[in-house]
């Protein structure tokens, strides 16, 4: 328990300077970049006095490095500020897209390896049959096609030729399906190919054979002794994945026009919205150290070997 317990406090540790970091960063980037967001609130054609005016009450005549630790000051006590372009608090406008990208994630993760799995353990164990092959051809085409050109494929296909499925939006489990499918493709091809490998490489260990040996059925040893040592870099893919995932997967739900963090930091990026892309930045890169600190959790699990780093 107190192994465990310093574990926590160390990733804790590593969070913070994680956060700081991306604040920084992201902080930088955006007053690089070119836009006033001043100037877009205001209509066409506003004076370089009202632009100044505007600049005062938004905060951004302030020197940078007094507009950067005003805003952490915030985020100490919790306010993650307020959007420029949506004139609501962060904090609400995020939580409000959240579900939407946790529920897509969830099912194209689900979808991901539903599919790679059983394709990878039977291309690793038939090795150079035509299951293999097929194994094979659907990942390296996984991988090979964007996610642009699926997501048209599969509304082309599912909703524009067939009207099985809408092409966009959201409201019932019917129009998560298409996104989720989109979102998992290059996923499940990555996990199927180290399946793959990772079964040829354990089916070839001593272990294995003395398993066979011991009289033990093909399928209880393929599952229960070679899965699980092919399983830690497969856990490793799918925790940054699902990482990834959770930030927002802006071009998938752009093109089903999927209300999650992916569309809103779009959004946000477009309308120069300063401190509702820093809190975005913030939040998804905690989502993402939180989800690997469950993969190393996960290792000692499948691998009673590992311990916990302290």
């Known amino acids: ?27 930088s980037i955006l007053h690089l970049a070119p836009g006033n967001p001043a100037r877009l609130l205001l209509p066409q054609g506003a004076t370089e006095e009202q632009v100044a005016a505007k600049e005062v009450e938004m905060g951004l005549d302030l020197p940078l ?3 950067y630790f ?20 962060n904090t609400t406008l995020i939580a409000e897209r959240i579900p939407a990208t946790i529920q897509l994630t969830l099912l194209a993760v689900v979808v991901s390896l539903v599919i790679s799995l059983p394709l990878g ?50 409201g019932t489990f019917r129009h998560i399906i298409l996104p989720a499918i989109c979102l998992g493709t290059p996923m499940a091809a990555l996990v199927t190919r180290m399946t793959r490998a990772g079964m040829i490489d354990v089916i070839q260990e001593d272990y294995i054979t003395a398993t066979y040996a011991k009289g033990i059925s093909r399928w209880k040893v393929i599952f229960k002794y070679a899965l ?18 959770l930030g927002g997967a802006i071009v998938t739900e752009q093109i089903f026009n999927w209300p999650g963090i992916g569309m809103l930091c779009l959004q946000a990026i477009n309308n120069r919205d300063f401190p509702l892309v820093q809190s975005l930045m913030l939040v998804t890169s ?9 993969v190393d959790i996960l290792y000692t699990f499948i691998d009673p070997r590992i311990k916990l780093d302290t």
């Not at 905690?286 to 469950?294: K, S």
């Open 1 to 27: 328990m107190i192994a465990i317990l310093k574990f926590l406090l160390k990733r804790l540790g590593f969070t913070v300077i994680v956060l700081i970091g991306v604040s920084i960063i992201t902080f």
């Open 65 to 67: 490095i007094t507009q």
């Open 70 to 89: 005003n805003y952490m000051k915030g985020v100490a006590k919790g306010d993650l500020g307020t959007s420029y372009s949506f004139n609501k608090p």
């Open 121 to 170: 353990v039977l291309g690793g164990i038939k090795r150079g049959s035509m299951l293999d092959f097929f194994a094979m051809m659907i990942a390296l085409l996984g991988q090979s096609m964007s996610p642009v050109w699926v997501g048209i494929l599969l509304i082309l296909v599912f909703a524009v030729w067939l009207g099985w499925l809408p092409a966009m939006g959201i």
């Open 228 to 245: 699980k040592n092919v399983m830690i870099p497969v856990v490793t893919v799918v925790g940054i994945q699902i990482g990834t995932f």
């Open 286 to 294: 905690a989502m993402f150290v939180f989800v690997n600190l469950i």
